[in-house]
């Protein structure tokens, strides 16, 4: 045999877990009561802080207070730590009663206090959503109010040339939403059309030096203009101020109608808040509030309008912000159902743009998060924003908010996370949240195991909290079994996924997954997220879907990290440089990059202060790569005399410097890593669709790794091994492995050092599973020594730091150790893999019951002589619900308590448990589905018991045929093939 690595982070084939192994204690540093914190100390049981949450969604307060306490008591028992409530209705087809069972009632009052009460006693956090679903929106405004979400409209009349308009001044083209009653004329423009283009084209492109205000000529009703006699088409543009009239989505969920308010003033908050202080927040409210420090949640920012986003301080606000006034500009500005009308041209259009985003931020910012933050502090909340939506600083947004929100469904790849993530750590905040698990079309059809493997990956990229969408109330009008559901059906078709809960079979293993949740957020949530480089964005939009110059496609595959920081995180106090780290403190970046701007064909704009503040990080040593020829830098926005000159003085310096190193493009960057001396802190010896986290605190280094192969649609991904070799800060740190299933640490006994200190082992991942290792100094339970190589099938630690490998075959083993020397282990006999074909297969079928939250069960009994989906099993073609299979194994007397062996369930639909002998083992790793059994075997007969939980879709689809009939089949079960591997133990004399 030749001696090959091997290690015990093997997530596959002979790999197991370290599940059944007892475990070797954990390090010192993560002792209960140690100064290293790891959030939920306790990583067998971590505290409810840490665990995943649930959207819950209400039908209004059409709800019982006595079933609001059992839905709180089921999601407690599942394992999550919080609910968010959340009034959405869009797959009801009947109106409620809105006067009594309203979003702000009485009865809502009632219910709400009913939640905290339950929740309080079962320790699970309540968030509350600031209005009914999205966005927020208040009963006590109409589109007319001062504090209602505002439009600007336009109107056009069209003058030739030398001819005089007496008429009308020109009615808005897009119609007033109903409720709007009100409109305010802000000014008429003339302006001429550019020779070339016309009053129909998409857009008109105007000649800008000919913009003139003629509101002075309008009387009452009318004005009265006369166009030059140049030979060119001239327009009159009316601008007219006006309510939006948006209202909340879904049906109707308030008496008087709520509105959407204005996110940009004072006055649209404060309707909320006064909304809330005296129609909500009764005293005992206030108290349970206080009590449970749930959060204030506010969905993404969805402001619609056909007309032009506007709000009436904008043109003030705009000249005292930006020098310049945005009146003769804003025809460029102006939209038609999310289409610009006008165009000036190309530069001056995007920069004027530009400037009215830039002040939309800050409005947004100054007058409705941090106004309504502070008031959450007072009501001992604090508040969590998805703050995209809007072209708009979404990265900075992140550094100032308690919690920030992205989502699984919306964003389009691991980068949008990126990004908020970026705004998180420059502000020193603790979560990333994520509205995780969201389906289109996958109602009653989702599966935690394509859940899973999406979300872990979106944890490596920042996420360190999630919140399912969701849990669904259990009844409301019309809804028909298995209940309630707020987006099934929808539209007439199945809707989007998922409503959990017990009305689900696979609820019955949700525990384990929220366990396997809860440590990973609790890893995730300790120490402070570190990266290799932080990339420059001219502007902060989160949801993108645009990657890292080089990183993303070429530096993520082989270890290299990246954050995204936006210009005005360059001003947090948390944006200095020390040991030539950016945010020593925060993410610590080895290095930044500057690209083109992203968002506009990667024009080289950069701001002056910006370009100044990168001149004084690299002469404080931090290395920065310029992507591209800056000759033509100019200032984003529009110029001021003199400041595009002074910004390439300022880019000729800053290239003049030896941590500064230009490329011609992105392909070269690695050309700039090298000049620089760049080196990551995880390093892949291969490229692959591996990703990970880093985090550290004083006593550790903490690295969460998952395999990214299922990232691209309709791929089944394919397994990872390869070696990384790990940095770590603490000097003399070991690698440890935390098996976030069952929540054991051990530390790592197959492992080499390199020359200058790093740690290098193997991880070993099948598609979507995870592992997560901790470096950190050696404690009571760490080996006296270590194994560099074996050609055993694996080796470990236990108790008493002894290593003990694993073989599955007869025969000496060599193993290398850390000091060098060589040691020989021999194993005897080892029964050979066996693959068991037969079953006794005892099904739970869940059918209708009497009502639509009644379920009736029925049974089916099988004798499998070879595994196949139910799907084709007599009988079994349209049941849901759950299955045991058993299976006897028979051992001979040569099988002694050194043997051990591995489950390999093969092909499995979705949610599995393990029983052996009638014990129940820990919960087993869902995606790798293999099985430790350890020491639970014996000579003679043994019972092998695999449950197996399924969706609901294959029943719904012949009770419910109208909107899941045309839904595929899945294929329930267990599928196999099943192998029952077995190994021989044996002790490593070191």
Same mark, same amino acid.
């Given at each position: 045999?030749?001696?090959?690595?091997?290690?015990?982070?093997?997530?596959?084939?002979?790999?197991?877990?370290?599940?059944?192994?007892?475990?070797?204690?954990?390090?010192e540093?993560?002792?209960?009561?140690s100064?290293?914190?790891?959030?939920?100390?306790?990583?067998?049981?971590?505290?409810?802080?840490?665990?995943p949450?649930?959207r819950?969604?209400?039908?209004d307060a059409l709800?019982?207070?006595?079933?609001i306490?059992?839905?709180?008591?089921?999601?407690?028992?599942?394992g999550?730590?919080?609910?968010?409530?959340?009034?959405?209705?869009?797959?009801?087809?009947?109106?409620?009663?809105?006067?009594?069972?309203?979003?702000?009632?009485v009865?809502?009052?009632?219910a709400?206090?009913?939640?905290?009460?339950?929740?309080?006693?079962?320790d699970?956090?309540?968030?509350?959503?600031?209005?009914?679903?999205?966005?927020?929106?208040?009963?006590?405004?109409?589109?007319?109010?001062?504090?209602?979400a505002?439009?600007?409209?336009?109107?056009?009349?069209?003058?030739?040339?030398?001819?005089?308009?007496?008429?009308?001044v020109?009615?808005?083209?897009?119609?007033?939403e109903?409720?709007?009653?009100?409109?305010?004329?802000?000014?008429?423009?003339?302006?001429?059309?550019?020779?070339?283009?016309?009053?129909t084209?998409?857009?008109?492109?105007l000649?800008?030096d000919?913009v003139?205000?003629?509101?002075?000529?309008?009387?009452?009703?009318?004005?009265?203009?006369?166009?030059?006699?140049?030979?060119?088409?001239?327009?009159?543009?009316?601008?007219?101020?006006?309510?939006?009239?948006?209202?909340?989505e879904?049906?109707?969920?308030?008496?008087?109608?709520?509105?959407?308010?204005?996110?940009?003033?004072?006055?649209?908050?404060r309707?909320v808040?006064?909304?809330?202080?005296?129609?909500?927040?009764?005293?005992?409210i206030?108290?349970?509030?206080?009590?449970?420090?749930?959060?204030?949640?506010?969905?993404?920012?969805?402001?619609?309008?056909?007309?032009?986003?506007?709000t009436?301080?904008l043109?003030?606000?705009?000249?005292?912000?930006?020098?310049?006034?945005?009146?003769?500009?804003?025809?460029?500005?102006?939209?038609?159902?999310?289409?610009?009308?006008f165009?000036?041209?190309?530069?001056?259009?995007?920069?004027?743009?530009?400037?009215?985003?830039?002040?939309v931020?800050?409005?947004?910012?100054?007058?409705?998060?941090?106004?309504?933050?502070?008031?959450?502090?007072?009501?001992?909340?604090?508040?969590?924003?998805?703050?995209?939506?809007?072209?708009?600083?979404?990265?900075?947004?992140?550094?100032?908010?308690?919690?920030?929100e992205?989502?699984s469904?919306?964003?389009k790849?691991?980068d949008?996370?990126?990004?908020?993530?970026?705004g998180r750590?420059?502000?020193?905040?603790p979560?990333?949240?994520?509205e995780a698990?969201?389906?289109?079309?996958?109602?009653?059809?989702?599966?935690w195991?394509?859940?899973?493997k999406?979300?872990?990956t979106?944890?490596?990229?920042?996420?360190?909290?999630?919140?399912?969408?969701?849990?669904?109330?259990?009844?409301?009008?019309?809804?028909?079994?298995?209940?309630?559901?707020?987006?099934?059906p929808?539209?007439?078709?199945?809707?989007?996924?998922?409503?959990?809960?017990?009305?689900?079979?696979l609820?019955?293993?949700?525990?384990q997954?929220?366990?396997?949740?809860?440590?990973?957020?609790?890893?995730?949530?300790?120490?402070?997220?570190k990266?290799?480089?932080?990339v420059l964005?001219?502007?902060?939009?989160?949801?993108?879907?645009?990657g890292?110059?080089?990183f993303?496609?070429?530096?993520?595959?082989?270890?290299?990290?990246?954050?995204?920081?936006?210009?005005?995180?360059?001003?947090?106090?948390?944006?200095?440089?020390?040991?030539?780290?950016?945010?020593?403190d925060?993410?610590?970046?080895?290095a930044?990059l500057?690209?083109?701007?992203?968002?506009?064909?990667?024009?080289?704009t950069?701001?002056?202060?910006?370009?100044?503040?990168?001149?004084?990080?690299?002469?404080?040593?931090?290395?920065?790569?310029?992507?591209g020829?800056?000759?033509?830098?100019?200032?984003?926005?529009?110029?001021?005399?003199?400041?595009?000159?002074?910004?390439r003085?300022?880019?000729?310096?800053?290239?003049?410097?030896k941590?500064?190193?230009t490329?011609?493009d992105?392909?070269?960057?690695p050309?700039?890593?090298?000049?620089?001396?760049?080196?990551?802190?995880?390093?892949?010896?291969?490229?692959?669709?591996?990703?990970?986290?880093?985090?550290?605190?004083k006593?550790?280094?903490?690295?969460?790794?998952a395999?990214?192969?299922?990232?691209?649609?309709?791929s089944?991904?394919?397994?990872i091994?390869?070696?990384?070799?790990?940095?770590?800060h603490?000097?003399?740190?070991?690698?440890?492995l935390?098996?976030?299933?069952?929540?054991?640490?051990?530390?790592?006994?197959?492992?080499?050092?390199?020359?200058?200190?790093?740690?290098?082992?193997?991880?070993?991942?099948?598609?979507?599973?995870?592992?997560?290792l901790?470096?950190?100094?050696?404690?009571?339970?760490?080996p006296?020594?270590?194994?560099?190589?074996?050609?055993a099938?694996?080796?470990?630690?236990?108790?008493?730091?002894?290593?003990?490998?694993r073989? =599955?075959?007869? !025969? %000496? +083993?060599? /193993? $290398?150790?850390d000091? #060098? *020397?060589?040691v @020989?282990?021999?194993? &005897?006999?080892?029964?050979?893999?066996?693959?068991?074909?037969?079953?006794?297969?005892?099904?739970?079928?869940?059918?209708?019951?009497?009502?639509a939250t009644?379920?009736?069960?029925?049974?089916?009994?099988?004798?499998?002589?070879?595994?196949?989906?139910w799907?084709?099993?007599?009988?079994?073609?349209?049941? =849901?619900?759950? !299955? %045991? +299979?058993? /299976? $006897?194994?028979?051992? #001979? *007397?040569?099988? @002694?308590?050194?043997? &051990?062996?591995?489950?390999?369930?093969?092909?499995?639909?979705?949610?599995f448990t393990?029983?052996?002998n009638?014990h129940?083992?820990?919960?087993?790793?869902?995606?790798?589905?293999v099985?430790?059994?350890?020491?639970?075997l014996?000579?003679?007969?043994n019972?092998?018991?695999?449950?197996?939980?399924?969706?609901?879709?294959?029943r719904?689809?012949v009770?419910?045929p109208?909107?899941?009939?045309?839904?595929?089949?899945?294929?329930?079960?267990?599928?196999?093939?099943v192998?029952?591997?077995?190994?021989?133990?044996?002790a490593?004399?070191?």
């Open positions: 045999m030749s001696l090959r690595r091997r290690t015990l982070l093997r997530m596959g084939a002979l790999a197991g877990a370290a599940t059944a192994l007892p475990s070797a204690g954990v390090p540093a993560f002792a209960q009561g100064t290293a914190r790891l959030p939920g100390a306790d990583l067998r049981d971590p505290a409810a802080a840490v665990r949450k649930f819950w969604w209400w039908p709800v019982d207070t006595g079933e306490a059992r839905e709180i008591r089921e999601i407690a028992a599942a999550f730590g919080g609910v968010e409530i959340a009034a959405v209705t869009h797959s009801m087809d009947e109106q409620l009663d809105t006067v009594r069972h309203g979003w702000g009632t009865a809502w009052r009632a709400i206090e009913a939640a905290l009460r339950e929740a309080k006693k079962r699970v956090v309540v968030d509350l959503t600031i209005g009914p679903a999205w966005p927020a929106a208040v009963p006590s405004i109409t589109p007319d109010s001062r504090a209602a505002h439009e600007l409209a336009h109107g056009i009349a069209v003058v030739a040339p030398g001819t005089a308009y007496e008429g009308p020109p009615a808005a083209v897009s119609e007033a109903e409720g709007v009653t009100d409109q305010r004329l802000l000014l008429v423009q003339a302006v001429r059309v550019t020779a070339g283009s016309s009053p084209a998409v857009p008109v492109r000649d800008r000919t003139t205000d003629v509101t002075a000529q309008v009387s009452g009703d009318r004005v009265f203009w006369t166009a030059p006699d140049d030979g060119a088409t001239w327009l009159l543009v009316a601008y007219w101020e006006r309510g939006s009239g948006q209202r909340p879904g049906r109707d969920h308030t008496t008087p109608l709520a509105y959407v308010v204005d996110h940009f003033s004072d006055a649209g908050t309707a808040t006064d909304f809330w202080e005296e129609h909500i927040l009764t005293p005992s206030r108290g349970l509030l206080r009590s449970t420090g749930g959060t204030l949640f506010e969905d993404s920012i969805e402001i619609e309008t056909d007309a032009t986003l506007w009436p301080a043109p003030a606000e705009f000249e005292r912000r930006m020098g310049y006034s945005l009146l003769p500009h804003l025809a460029t500005f102006v939209e038609k159902k999310e289409k610009y009308v165009s000036f041209e190309s530069s001056l259009d995007k920069a004027v743009r530009r400037d009215v985003m830039e002040v931020t800050e409005l947004y910012v100054e007058h409705h998060l941090l106004p309504l933050q502070k008031w959450a502090h007072s009501l001992g909340m604090k508040l969590r924003i998805q703050p995209y939506g809007l072209e708009t600083d979404a990265i900075y947004k992140s550094a100032l908010l308690d919690v920030t992205g989502e469904l919306g964003f790849n691991l949008d996370f990126r990004c908020l993530a970026g750590d420059m502000g020193g905040k979560l990333v949240s994520n698990g969201g389906t289109a079309g996958g109602a009653y059809s989702t599966t195991s394509d859940t899973l999406k979300l872990v979106q944890y490596a990229a920042g996420v360190n909290q999630a919140v399912f969408h969701g849990f669904a109330y259990a009844d409301a009008p019309g809804a028909q079994w298995p209940g309630f559901a707020a987006f099934s929808y539209k007439g078709a199945a809707g989007y996924g998922e409503a959990w809960g017990p009305r689900q079979p609820w019955r293993h949700t525990p997954v929220a366990d396997f949740l809860a440590r990973v957020q609790s890893v995730l949530q300790t120490g402070v997220n990266v290799d480089i932080g964005r001219q502007k902060g939009y989160a949801g993108s879907g645009l890292a110059p080089w993303t496609s070429d530096g993520v595959p082989v270890g290299w990290t990246h954050t995204f920081l936006s210009p005005r995180l360059l001003d947090l106090k948390s944006a200095v440089v020390r040991g030539g780290r950016f945010a020593p925060g993410p610590a970046p080895k930044l500057v690209d083109g701007d992203i968002m506009i064909n990667r024009e080289h950069l701001q002056l202060d910006v370009a100044e503040k990168l001149l004084g990080y690299a002469r404080a040593g931090l290395p920065i790569i310029l992507i020829d800056w000759a033509d830098a100019h200032v984003p926005g529009l110029a001021r005399p003199g400041e595009n000159e002074r910004l003085q300022l880019l000729t310096t800053l290239q003049q410097l941590t500064v190193h490329v011609a992105r392909p070269d960057v050309e700039a890593i090298a000049a620089l001396g760049l080196t990551r802190d995880v390093e892949y010896a291969e490229a692959s669709m591996l990703v990970h986290a880093h985090r550290a605190d006593n550790a280094d903490y690295f969460f790794f395999n990214d192969a299922v990232s691209k649609k309709g089944t991904g394919t397994r091994t390869h070696d990384v070799t790990l940095t770590s603490v000097k003399g740190a070991i690698p440890h935390l098996d976030p299933w069952t929540g054991t640490l051990t530390p790592v006994a197959l492992y080499t050092r390199t020359d200058d200190g790093r740690v290098r082992l193997t991880v070993d991942l099948q598609p979507g599973a995870v592992t997560v901790v470096l950190a100094r050696p404690s009571g339970a760490a006296k020594r270590h194994a560099t190589a074996t050609q099938d694996d080796i470990r630690v236990r108790e008493g730091g002894r290593l003990e490998l073989a =599955s075959a007869a !025969g %000496t +083993y060599t /193993t $290398t150790l000091n #060098g *020397r060589t @020989t282990t021999k194993v &005897g006999t080892v029964p050979p893999p066996t693959v068991l074909t037969s079953w006794k297969l005892t099904v739970d079928d869940w059918r209708p019951g009497a009502s009644e379920t009736a069960h029925e049974r089916h009994e099988l004798t499998l002589e070879a595994l196949a989906p799907s084709r099993l007599p009988g079994l073609e349209d049941v =849901s619900g759950i !299955g %045991t +299979y058993r /299976t $006897t194994v028979r051992l #001979g *007397r040569e099988w @002694t308590a050194a043997h &051990g062996a591995l489950l390999e369930l093969g092909g499995v639909f979705d949610t393990v029983r052996v009638g129940a083992l820990p919960p087993v790793d869902q995606l790798t589905r099985a430790d059994l350890g020491t639970r014996r000579p003679g007969a019972t092998i018991e695999i449950e197996v939980a399924t969706t609901l879709l294959n719904l689809r009770s419910r109208a909107v899941f009939g045309g839904n595929k089949r899945q294929d329930y079960g267990l599928t196999g093939p192998r029952l591997v077995p190994y021989a133990r044996a490593v004399r070191t």
